[in-house]
């Protein structure tokens, strides 16, 4: 159900909503929301607050998610190419094998992520 919601809440566009139920989550102590193997391709995910989210093998591919936090998100093998990451914070991410041809990091906070070497 959790995972249904937050893909509910992302391809509505209404990002705000997405990151109060996150919030709402956080307050109760549930940290994560699990994105794996998800197609969010071409959304807006503008400023959603992604933070620790499980996005591993997710096809985001095409998506503006320029001022987004997924700061220790697991996005390992996810799928970013074409994506806008400008100002997004990644750090502590895990991005292994993550396909990010064509991606835009102008300004991403990258400290501590591991794949972009």
Known sequence: MTT????ELLKSGDISAFNKW???RRNKGK???DLDDKDLSGLDLRNADLRDAHLNG???RKSDLKGANLHGARLRQADLRGSDLRDTDLGNADLRKAKLKGASMKH???KGARGLD
């Open 4 to 7: 249904k919601k937050a893909v």
């Open 22 to 24: 996150i919030k709402e």
């Open 31 to 33: 940290s994560r929301v």
């Open 58 to 60: 997710s096809n985001l």
């Open 108 to 110: 991403a906070k990258t």
